[in-house]
C-alpha cells in the first residue's frame, strides 16, 4: 500500500451522495441491507476453517502472514525502549534468518509515533497509530481530530480510528458517518497526500452481525481504507465469523463501486493455524487480490512469534523453544 | 487455481479398512455364501472393483426371514425393553468408536465426500442408535402401544447407505421386532461391516440379517409371506410396485419416496447465507438426496443478486477424490446414475433453459458431474417436475408469497421445503401452507433423530425419526 493514495474516497463518496444525505436515509440503506443469519454464518466460518493446505502453499501462507501483521503495543505501561524494541522486531522479526519477511507495520498510540519512525527509517515497515481517543473513543470531535493530526504530523502512515459506538448503537448512523469522514480528511498531510485510515468497529460492543455488515458500510462509504474488527481492549475480539462478514461486505462494495477496502480482525489471534484459516477464509470469499498485505492484515502482539516457530518448523523440521526467539 | 495458496491433497487413509475380496449375506448371526449368482461392487471415484457380494435367492431370503421369525418368537419380542435398550446403546457406542473405519468405506463404495460421511453421516447414525435405545424401554409413553409388529423387511437405497440403514433398524429392534434388511446393490459394503458390528456386540442371531442382491432380491422380501412390516426408501417408481405388491396383504408398510423440493427465497432473505443453504439443498452429497432442494424459488427482485452469488459460490466448490478431506461434492454413485442425470440436464437445454456448470476440473476415472445451474426454469418444464436425483438446480422465480407457495406445492411430490426469510411470521405462515412433510427456516438438509421426516403424495407415507418414528413399528394402542 502506498501511504499516500487519496483518490479512493471522494468517488465512493459521489455513489452514495443520495444515501447519505439524511439520517433517516442513511438508516434505510443501512437496514435495507441483506440480513445475516447468525447460525448460518457461524456455520461457514466454521466450514471455511477446515481446509487443509499443501505444505509449499503453507510456508508461502506463513510468510504473507507475517507480511500482514501489524506488530502492536497499545499498552499505558509503554516507553521509548519497548516501541523502539518492537520496530527492530518488525524489520528483522527472525534476526538468525535474513529470508524472513519484514511485518506489514507496527502500530502504537501517537505519541510513540515519532520514536517508532526513527527506528523503522527507510524499512518500508509502516508505522500505525491508533488515534481518536482509543480505545473508547469517548472524547470530544475536537479532541479526537487533534489526536489524529498530531499523529499523521509525528509521521504515521496509518491512522486506526474507533468509530463512536454510543452513536452507532442509538442509531445516529449519520454522525458517525460524518465522524469517520472528518477523521479521514484530518489524515491528510500539507503535501497533498494522506494518511491511510483503518476503521475499527469494535465488534464485540457492536454485538449483532447485522450491526457488523451496517458498520462495516457506513465506514466504506465513508472513504475508509481498511475496516478492523477491535481495538483489542474488549473481548470478544476477531473471530471468523465478524471478519466473515467484513470480508462479504468489501466483496460486495468492490461489485458496486469498484473500489477495494481492506480487512484487519485485531485482537486474540495468536495461532498459525488460525491464521491461516482466516487467510483461507480471504482467498474463498473475496478472492487473491485480498491476499496481500495492501488489503489484508493481522492486528496482533503474539501471533508472530508462533509464525516465526511454525517458519523454522517448516525449515528444520524441528519445533524450537520460545526462547529462541525474540520477546519484542 | 494459479495462487500459491492451494489446497493440500488430504486424504484419508484408507488403511483403516479391511475390504475383503468377496462377501456372503448375514444371516441368523453368521455370514454364509449365498445360493445366487454374485455381483460387484465398484468405487464410484475410480470404477475400481472393491468386492464380490452375494445375491440373495428367494431361498436365500426365505432362510433369513425364517432366522428373523426364529429371533423374533425365542427371544427378541420376550426381551424387556431396558434389555433391548442395552444392546442399541452397545451398537451406538461400536459406531462411534468405528466411526473412521465406517465413514472411510462409505465413501469409498459410495463416492460421497468424506467430510459428509465423518461429520454428517456417520454422527447421525450412531445417534439415531442412541436416540431409539432410549426409547426402547419407555415404549407405553409414546401413544402407540408396546406391541411389536414382527419380522421387518426393509429396502434401503444408495444415497446414505448407512445412515438408512439406521433409520430402519433403530426404530425396528428398539419397538421388538426382527429385521432382513437389503441395502443397494451399488453400495453393500457399510452394511456388511454393520453386521460385523452386530456380531461385535453380541447381538442374539437373526434379530438383523442383512441379505445383499437387486430388484430381484427386494421383491423377494416385500413379498414374502411371513414379513410383516415393510418399510422402503428409494424411488418413487419402485415404492409404487411394493404398494401394488402388498395390497390386499396385511403387511404394515412405511416408504419414503422421490422429492423435488422447493427451496424459497424471499428478497428479504440473509442473501449469504441463503446461497449456503442453495449449495447445500442441491450440492450436498452430490444432490443425492430425496429432499434435496432441487427446485429454487427466487423472488424476481432479488433473482439477478441471488444468481450471481450462487455462481460465485458454486465457482469455489471443490469437486474430486471423495477421501479428499477439502473435497466438497464428490462422485456420482453409478454410471446408470451418471446417464440418468446427462439425460435429463441435456432435456433441461432442449427445452430451452439456460445451463451453468461450475467451472472444475473432473477427474478421467470415475462417474462425475460438475455442479449445475439451470435458469429460465419454467413449471412446464420437465427439470422443473422430474427428479435429476444429482447437482443439478432448476431455478424458477415468483413474485409474491402466494405465488411461491402455489408453485412449491404445485408437483406430485412432498417431502421437503426451505424458507428464506428474515420475517418469522412469514416463516410461520408458510410452514402452514406448504405441503410437505419437513420445511426448513434459514437452513436446509438438516437430520436429527429427534425429528420425524416423511411425505406427502408421490413422497410416500409413514414417518421416520422422532416420537412418531415409533409408529410404524408398532401395533398401535388399541390392537
Known amino acids: ?328 | 487455481m494459479t495462487s500459491p495458496f492451494e489446497y493440500a491433497p488430504a486424504p484419508e487413509s484408507r488403511a483403516v479398512v479391511d475390504i475383503k475380496p468377496s462377501y456372503g449375506l448375514f444371516v441368523n448371526g453368521e455370514f454364509v455364501d449365498g445360493s445366487g449368482t454374485s455381483f460387484k461392487t465398484v468405487n464410484p471415484a475410480t470404477e475400481e472393483v472393491l468386492a464380490e457380494v452375494a445375491e440373495a435367492s428367494d431361498a436365500d431370503v426365505d432362510e433369513a426371514v425364517k432366522a428373523a421369525r426364529r429371533a423374533y418368537t425365542r427371544v427378541w419380542s420376550r426381551m424387556s425393553g431396558a434389555e433391548r435398550a442395552k444392546y442399541l446403546y452397545r451398537i451406538a457406542r461400536i459406531i462411534q468408536e468405528r466411526g473412521r473405519e465406517l465413514a472411510v468405506l462409505e465413501s469409498i463404495d459410495n463416492g460421497k465426500p468424506i467430510k459428509e460421511s465423518r461429520d454428517v453421516d456417520v454422527p447421525i447414525v450412531a445417534a439415531h442408535f442412541f436416540y431409539y435405545a432410549g426409547w426402547a424401554d419407555k415404549l407405553k409413553y409414546a401413544g402407540y402401544g408396546d406391541t411389536p409388529l414382527g419380522v421387518a423387511g426393509q429396502v434401503i437405497p444408495w444415497n446414505f447407505p448407512l445412515l438408512m440403514l439406521a433409520w430402519k433398524i433403530a426404530p425396528a429392534l428398539a419397538c421388538g421386532n426382527t429385521v432382513v434388511l437389503k441395502p443397494a446393490e451399488t453400495t453393500p459394503l457399510t452394511a456388511l461391516l454393520f453386521a460385523e458390528i452386530c456380531q461385535q456386540a453380541d447381538l442374539p442371531p437373526g434379530v438383523v440379517n442383512i441379505v445383499t442382491g437387486a430388484g430381484a432380491t427386494g421383491r423377494a422380501i416385500v413379498s414374502h409371506p411371513d414379513v410383516d412390516k415393510v418399510a422402503f426408501t428409494g424411488s418413487t417408481e419402485v415404492g409404487k410396485a411394493i404398494a401394488r405388491a402388498v395390497a390386499g396383504t396385511d403387511k404394515k408398510v412405511t416408504l419414503e419416496l422421490g422429492g423435488k423440493a422447493a427451496n424459497i427465497v424471499f428478497d428479504d432473505a440473509p442473501l449469504d447465507q441463503a446461497v449456503e443453504g442453495i449449495v447445500n439443498g442441491i450440492f450436498f452429497n452430490q444432490g443425492h438426496v430425496c429432499c434435496a432442494g432441487s427446485r429454487l424459488l427466487v423472488q424476481e427482485s432479488v433473482a439477478d443478486e441471488v444468481m450471481s452469488r450462487l455462481k460465485r459460490r458454486m465457482a469455489t466448490l471443490r469437486v474430486g477424490d471423495p477421501l479428499d478431506k477439502n473435497t466438497d461434492v464428490g462422485a456420482i454413485n453409478s454410471a446408470e446414475q451418471l446417464a440418468k442425470i446427462r439425460e435429463l440436464s441435456e432435456i433441461g437445454e432442449a427445452e430451452g433453459a439456460e445451463r451453468w456448470s461450475a467451472p472444475c476440473e473432473l477427474p478421467s476415472n470415475g462417474y462425475w458431474f460438475a455442479p449445475t445451474v439451470f435458469t429460465g426454469v419454467t413449471q412446464a418444464h420437465r427439470i422443473a417436475r422430474e427428479e435429476i436425483f444429482g447437482p443439478v438446480l432448476s431455478v424458477l422465480t415468483f413474485r409474491t408469497p402466494s405465488e411461491a407457495v402455489e408453485k412449491a406445492n404445485n408437483t406430485p411430490f412432498g417431502l421437503s421445503a426451505g424458507v428464506w426469510t428474515d420475517k418469522g411470521s412469514r416463516i410461520l405462515s408458510m410452514a402452514n401452507r406448504l405441503r410437505a412433510g419437513v420445511i426448513w427456516a434459514n437452513t436446509f438438509n438438516k437430520f436429527d433423530p429427534t425429528s420425524p421426516f416423511g411425505g406427502y403424495k408421490e413422497s410416500g407415507y409413514g414417518r421416520e425419526g422422532g416420537r412418531h418414528g415409533l409408529e410404524a413399528y408398532l401395533k398401535g394402542a388399541d390392537n
Not at chain 1, 457488523?212 to 465469523?241: C, D, E, N, Y
Open chain 1, 1 to 328: 500500500m502506498t501511504a499516500s493514495s487519496t483518490e479512493s474516497s471522494a468517488s465512493a463518496h459521489g455513489v452514495f451522495d443520495d444515501v447519505v444525505r439524511s439520517d433517516s436515509s442513511l438508516r434505510r440503506f443501512l437496514h435495507g441491507l441483506p440480513g445475516v443469519d447468525q447460525v448460518g454464518c457461524e456455520a461457514r466460518a466454521a466450514g471455511l476453517g477446515t481446509r487443509s493446505i499443501k505444505t509449499t502453499s503453507k510456508a508461502w501462507a506463513i510468510d504473507l502472514a507475517i507480511r500482514m501483521v501489524d506488530l502492536t503495543t497499545l499498552e499505558g505501561q509503554d516507553t521509548h525502549g519497548k516501541v523502539r524494541a518492537l520496530a527492530s522486531k518488525a524489520m528483522r522479526p527472525d534476526p538468525a534468518d535474513p529470508t524472513c519477511p519484514a511485518t506489514a507495520a507496527v502500530c502504537v498510540y501517537p505519541d510513540m509515533v515519532s520514536v517508532a519512525k526513527q527506528q523503522l527509517g527507510h524499512s518500508g515497515v509502516h508505522v500505525a497509530a491508533v488515534a481518536t481517543a482509543f480505545p473508547s473513543g469517548r472524547a470530544a470531535m475536537d479532541i479526537k481530530l487533534a489526536d489524529t493530526r498530531d499523529a499523521v504530523e509525528a509521521g504515521a502512515d496509518e491512522i486506526d480510528m474507533v468509530i463512536d459506538r454510543g452513536a452507532f448503537l442509538s442509531g445516529r448512523y449519520l454522525d458517525v458517518f460524518e465522524e469517520i469522514a472528518q477523521v479521514k480528511e484530518a489524515c491528510a498531510r500539507p503535501d497533498g497526500t494522506s494518511a491511510h485510515l483503518k476503521v475499527i468497529f469494535e465488534t464485540g460492543e457492536l454485538q449483532t452481525y447485522d450491526n457488523v455488515r451496517r458498520a462495516s458500510w457506513l465506514a466504506m462509504m465513508a472513504g475508509g481504507h481498511f475496516i478492523k474488527t477491535s481495538t483489542g481492549k474488549v473481548q470478544p475480539a476477531a473471530t471468523l465469523p465478524v471478519t466473515l462478514i467484513m470480508l462479504e461486505a468489501v466483496r460486495d462494495f468492490r461489485e458496486q463501486t469498484g473500489q477495494m477496502v481492506g480487512v484487519k480482525p485485531a485482537g486474540g489471534i495468536k495461532t498459525t493455524k488460525d491464521a491461516i484459516k482466516y487467510l483461507v477464509m480471504v482467498n474463498e470469499t473475496c478472492g487473491e487480490d485480498w491476499l496481500d498485505p495492501d488489503w489484508f492484515r493481522f492486528g496482533a502482539s503474539t501471533l508472530l512469534n508462533d509464525l516465526l516457530m511454525q517458519r523454522t518448523k517448516m525449515t528444520t523440521g524441528r519445533y524450537s523453544g520460545p526462547d529462541y526467539f525474540t520477546l519484542d
